[in-house]
């Protein structure tokens, strides 16, 4: 692409470098931003700098926070002896909007996976511990992705945890509500049919 | 979605107002821009807000710039007496990428489209007019959309046009390069047959 503006191709290629956005889709965007307000582009570029400047990590679950502690661990209403164990950010926010979950979380930062080099010390696992051993916790669910790296790091964590007198549990895994059975992988459908459930168990969900 | 970090949720939200960006990309962006260095992040935002303040118009063919005169008009290498009348900025752009123009532009800033509201005098027709008075040029290649309105713009200025002793003359239209002639419309398969051209010509490209 040949630009006649050197500040109109810098700012193509900031946007050219975030994941997923081509040259032309930056090019739409920057063309976009120039017909608005300055004021408003202006609003644009200082919240996305605010936020990479200030945001925390909580210090208790390692979710993103305004604050050192995070607004689900310092919310008295959840229950604070439940721990969602999640793989990251995104898995919390997608949990949260569910609606369905109370209690409170722990971020590992990913999962074990040797090929990609991530072992267990890369992870936030030995804090998990830790809270498990100061923190009252009566549960842990495991809602890590269904693969071979998630099975891995819950077998792992569950190895460390033996001695604590703790349920584990691990979210259900089987057909996607909505899902076709003649689409579901043998694996996926093998798992749904060992551990099916009472029929009254799915009906009041 | 439910946010656990208002920082996370204002940039988000900042993200979703672009085009094309929807909330779950807006959140895979920021994230993104989450792992980045501070002031990788601290450019990204600079290099916007900057591009939006500072960029220009040409005041000459409409085109962006970084100074009064964008690079193209200001390039003496480039024939000033030929003009490339376009709609907008991204038809300079697209026409530059190709290499094959030597010539200078005049950005209308839209076409005339009476159904949007559109008329001559919300474009840059009068001071295209101005120019072909005052400057020495010698022809005018209409490169507009191959529709009605873009006919419609090119009618009204030719019209205008008519005593100035110069040559008037449109971009090529017919198959594209590549494409196939079952798939094209009838009214461009009609065009190309009227519009045929000796085969040397076409070799010659």
Do not use: W
Request: proline fraction near 3%.
């Amino acid at each position: 692409m040949q630009f006649s503006s050197s500040l109109l191709e810098n700012a193509v290629n900031e946007f050219a470098k975030l994941p997923g956005i081509g040259k032309k889709t930056a090019l739409r965007l920057v063309l976009h931003l120039l017909k608005q307000e300055a004021s408003s582009v202006q609003g644009f570029g200082e919240t996305i700098v605010k936020m990479r400047d200030e945001i925390k990590f909580c210090q208790r679950c390692y979710n993103v926070a305004d604050a050192d502690i995070c607004s689900i661990c310092a919310n008295s209403m959840r229950k604070q002896e439940i721990i969602c164990v999640v793989e990251n950010i995104r898995d919390v926010i997608a949990i949260e909007s569910t609606q369905q979950y109370n209690g409170i979380y722990h971020v590992l930062g990913g999962i074990i996976s040797p090929l990609d080099g991530v072992g267990p010390d890369q992870l936030n696992i030995d804090p998990l511990i830790n809270r498990i051993q100061k923190e009252e916790i009566q549960e842990i669910i495991f809602a890590l992705s269904p693969n071979i790296q998630g099975d891995t790091t819950i077998y792992y964590i569950q190895k460390k945890l033996k001695a604590a007198p703790i349920k584990i549990t691990t979210i259900a895994r089987g057909i996607a509500f909505g899902g076709e059975l003649e689409y579901a992988d043998e694996m996926t459908l093998a798992r749904s049919i060992t551990n099916r459930m009472p029929v009254e168990n799915y009906m009041s969900k």
